[in-house]
């Protein structure tokens, strides 16, 4: 009964291809996210959906795109893959946005190389 | 824009020794969470932090929020190699997006 499912786990492209990265989460929340983690460990936020509405966009290049089909499923796109794209990729999801019920519940990861 | 710095960034402590670690935002926060992180996983929610001058424990841990709810921090009394992993501490400010903090690094040496 995976709360968060991320697919795929692993990714390993070229420079330059497109991927997509699925996530889809069975909590029934309302607000689902993208955080992207470096070599660091700096969890950092990319996107975040609030009922299949962008509420959250931060200083992301456009080459990802994030699609939200319905509230349950929240896909990131990356056009033209670069070699700094290179992280671990979280969806996660939340039962609201703001305010005091913000637990945030982690997908897996996908660990995306661009070689 | 609201900043969340965490300290420290490693520590490395022998199985049974404390360990400490701090989180300061640049501004007033509505709630504070932590989160931990093992190698290779993902974070894992542990707690939320509500009311200035909050302190809740969970076995071993000991969460604490600061008076002026813009301090944090994580204690753990005689650490076990099962403690390894990242500490995040997440900030909230009021009707906004949850900040993270770097993260501490723990290792325990057995």
């Known amino acids: 009964d995976t709360a968060v499912s991320q697919t795929p786990k692993y990714l390993v492209t070229q420079m330059g291809n497109d991927k997509s990265i699925k996530c889809e989460q069975n909590?029934?929340?309302?607000?689902m996210y993208w955080y992207k983690q470096d070599s660091k460990k700096f969890l950092k936020i990319m996107f975040s959906?609030?009922?299949?509405?962008?509420?959250i966009n931060e200083t992301v290049p456009n080459r990802f795109s994030p699609k939200s089909p319905d509230k349950a499923h929240l896909n990131l796109h990356i056009n033209s893959l670069e070699l700094g794209d290179s992280a671990v990729y979280f969806c996660?999801?939340?039962?609201?946005?703001?305010?005091?019920?913000?637990?945030?519940?982690f997908g897996p990861g996908t660990r995306l190389t661009v070689t | 824009g609201q900043q969340v710095m965490q300290i420290p960034q490693y520590q490395h402590v022998q199985e049974g020794e404390d360990f400490t670690t701090y989180c300061n935002s640049s501004?007033?926060?509505?709630?504070i969470q932590w989160y931990k992180q093992r190698p290779g996983g993902h974070p894992v929610f542990l707690i939320q932090?509500?009311?200035?001058?909050e302190v809740k424990k969970q076995k071993r841990l000991t969460f604490q929020f600061g008076e002026a709810k813009k301090n944090s921090s994580l204690h753990i009394t005689a650490t076990q190699t099962t403690d390894v992993g990242t500490y995040f501490c997440?900030?909230?400010?009021?009707?906004?997006?949850?900040?993270f903090g770097a993260g501490t690094i723990l290792r325990v040496k057995s």
């Open positions: 997440a900030g909230v400010e009021y009707g906004n997006k949850l900040v």
């Open positions: 959906y609030n009922n299949k509405e962008l509420i």
């Open positions: 909590l029934g929340h309302d607000t």
């Open positions: 996660a999801s939340s039962q609201a946005h703001g305010g005091l019920s913000y637990e945030q519940y």
């Open positions: 932090l509500v009311k200035s001058g």
């Open positions: 501004t007033t926060l509505s709630n």
